[in-house]
């Protein structure tokens, strides 16, 4: 009975949408009458071999998703041990982390246009303020740029969620064992890498698996941000789902792509042992 209101919701909102989307994968639907819903069997996956678009944006995921992932876990363990070690400002720092958390990623996407668009406060200051710069720097014009403002937007938002996990992780840490190191001449690296490291590796197995979880659905602040451009530069698989979906009204391709993200996803969580080794369960 207390279980039920959570069952219902799961299976309304979660399950039978997965399902459906399962279903449509194997029909040309175009998302409007489903009673035009034609069975295609195998036809879309097969698309999808040959399609160039699907190839380019597979590539820029599987480049967001490692590089994000990498970032945002050096970003996150490396503030979360300055904010244990109760250095000088860690409480301000401490804040100055979790703030980004508090935005949505349209938010975040709406003030990074705003700080690194042509005429955004950046090259305003750059070009007006400082005379650094005869023109504005194309931080979301150029294709390379665009990718690296993307990942660093990324990383500054959702670090702070890695810092939390870090953070609670390293107030179980066993101080006996680092004083116990610290007695018998280890130093500071030693330390890290012999007994924090090993203790905060099933943690650490956690964190990677939601980061790859996250990078590969990366949507909204790819949409808001960069609009996949230029040029396609930025588009990853969500967005091409969303494009194959909405725009061109081809609902059962764009489910075609859903399932790649989805097992994607389940080929990732698998990874989890394997990262945390003999502390898995």
């Known amino acids: 009975m207390f279980i039920a209101p959570a069952s ?16 449509f994968a194997f029909t040309d639907w175009s998302g409007f009458d489903l009673s035009n819903a034609r069975w295609n069997g195998l036809g879309n996956f097969d698309a999808l071999r040959s399609d160039e678009m699907f ?20 970003f996150g363990l490396g503030l979360a ?38 005429y955004g406060y950046v090259n305003t200051a750059l070009v007006e303020g400082l005379g650094l710069s005869d023109t504005p720097i194309e931080f979301l014009g150029q294709p390379k740029m665009s990718f690296a403002t993307l990942i660093a937007s990324a990383v500054w938002q959702y670090s702070a969620f890695d810092v939390l996990l870090y953070y609670a992780a390293l107030q179980n ?57 230029p040029d396609h530069s930025t588009d990853v698989l969500s967005t091409y789902l969303y494009q194959q979906a909405f725009q061109f009204s081809s609902v059962g391709y764009a489910s075609t792509i859903a399932v790649v993200i989805v097992v994607l996803a389940i080929l990732s969580a698998l990874l989890r042992r394997r990262i945390a080794g003999e502390h898995a369960r």
């Open 173 to 229: 840490q066993p101080r006996d064992l680092l004083g116990a190191a610290s007695i018998d001449g280890a130093g500071a690296w030693s330390r890290f890498v012999h007994v924090t490291v090993p203790f905060l590796r099933p943690v650490i197995a956690v964190i990677v698996i939601l980061n790859l979880i996250g990078g590969w659905k990366v949507f909204e602040l790819v949409l808001v941000l960069t609009g996949g451009g």
């Open 8 to 23: 219902i919701y799961f299976a309304v909102f979660l399950l039978l949408p997965v399902l459906a989307v399962g279903a």
């Open 55 to 74: 190839r380019r944006t597979f590539l820029h995921t599987l480049v967001f998703v490692a590089l994000s992932t990498v970032l945002l876990n050096a």
């Open 81 to 118: 041990l300055l904010i244990d070690a109760r250095v000088r400002g860690s409480e301000f720092l401490r804040i100055a982390v979790l703030l980004p958390l508090a935005l949505s990623p349209v938010v975040t996407a709406v003030l990074w246009n705003n700080l690194l668009g042509p």
